[in-house]
Structures are given as C-alpha cells and as structure tokens.
C-alpha cells in the first residue's frame, strides 16, 4: 500500500467531520450529479476522475500524439499538466493552464478515452494526482470514478457502487445530448463498459466492501438521499 493511500486514511481518521467517500460506476449511472450533490450537500470536496483521463485524451489528440498507439501514449503520459479544482458548486479542470471543461466532453475524446485510459503508464500519472488531490482534502471529498473503491482509495470510508441497467443509461445520456440515437447511445455505453471492465490496469469493478445501489428506478434525488445516508452512518460510527 501507497504511503499517499496511508496518508489519506489517517486524515480521514483524525478529523472527526471529515469523509473519503468513493463512488464508482459505469456511465450514465447518475456518478457525476449524485457525487457533486453529495459532496455540496455535506461541505466535501469533489473530483471528478474521469475528467482527469479525459483531459490527458485531449491533450494527446490535440498534440499529435496516435492514441491508437500505447508506447506512444505511454511516452507523452507524464507530459501535461492537469490541475483538477474540488468545488462541487463549480469544477474546474485546465490543462497547461488552459481551461478545458468544455473540450473534453466532445465525441471525439468520448471514443478515444477508454483506449488512452488503458494505458498502464496513464493509470499511474493520473492515479497519483488522485490520490494527492485527495490527501490534500482536509475536510474530505467525495471523489468519481471507475477504480476509486479498489486502486485509488483501497482505504476510502465509504464506498459506493452505482449500477443501472444499459436502457436506463442511455436514456439519460440521450437526453443529455440533443438529436442523439438512443441505439447507438446503448452500444456505445456496453462498448464502453466492456472496454473499461476488460483492462488489465486498474478495470472498473465494484470493491468487496462497497454498497450497490441500482439507480435504474430511482429518481436523482434518492440516489443522493440513499448516499447521504450511508455517509451519515459512517459519520456516527467512527
């Protein structure tokens, strides 16, 4: 085990009030919006993982970097500088210093991130920011992601695991995006689980000792309840 992963356990321990609380999931379970509610709800701070892998994805296509190319990737891996900002009312994310929230959302990098995210050296860059951003959290953090439970924070407190089924994600996905198949949305999202269940490095699966909550009948509001509520208990009990 890390000494960072060591680290965050022990300030988690120390601080009566503060949380590390680790929420995985494939896409289109409702991660982002119950993890940001979550972590505003109970004055914790927030990251997004997932946009730390999609900004690398950028930077690479935008520098000429073939993505199709692992050694090439592996290469380039330690060569952005990616600052993730933790407040769950407004996330940032720059890349060289230059805002790219809007630009990693693209299909572009949508299709190219499970391929980049793979790459072991990728893993390690990002995992490390991680895990120090989370270190670095002194009242705590809610923190996104597909391996938060298992790799990144083995020692979170509290771990969560957000599935639900592939027409329900897609269905949300669709409506996030105007004009969107909703076929092509569901192949896309099983394409991408797959991809990212399938890696060698760091695959998303759920932890041992994580809650699964399936959010397919849920409203957004009682996935955040639901979650809210296991934190309290964590709270109570430490």
Known sequence: MSTTVETVSAAARTAPAAVIVAIDGPSGTGKSST???????????????????????????????????PSEIATAAAKPVIVSGTDPAGPTITVDGEDASGPIRTQEVTSKVSAVSAVPEVRTRITALQRSIAAAAGG???????????????????????????????????????????????????????????????????????????????????VIECVVTLVGEKRVAT
């Not at 993982?49 to 690398?56: E, F, P, S």
């Not at 269940?197 to 809650?211: E, F, I, M, Q, Y």
């Open 35 to 69: 993890s940001k509610a979550v972590a505003a709800q109970l004055g914790l701070s927030y990251l997004d993982t997932g946009a730390q892998y999609r900004a690398i994805t950028w930077w690479m296509l935008n520098n000429g970097i073939d993505v199709s190319d």
């Open 140 to 222: 705590g953090i809610v923190v996104e992601g597909r391996d938060i439970g298992t790799t990144v924070l083995p020692d979170a407190d509290v771990k969560i695991f957000l599935t639900a089924s592939p027409e329900a994600r897609a269905a949300r996905r669709s409506g996030e995006v105007k004009g969107s198949d909703l076929t092509a949305t569901r192949e896309a999202l099983i394409k991408r689980d797959a991809a990212d269940s399938g890696r060698t490095t760091s695959p998303l699966a759920k932890a041992a000792d994580a809650v699964e909550v399936d959010t397919t009948e849920l409203t957004l509001s009682q």
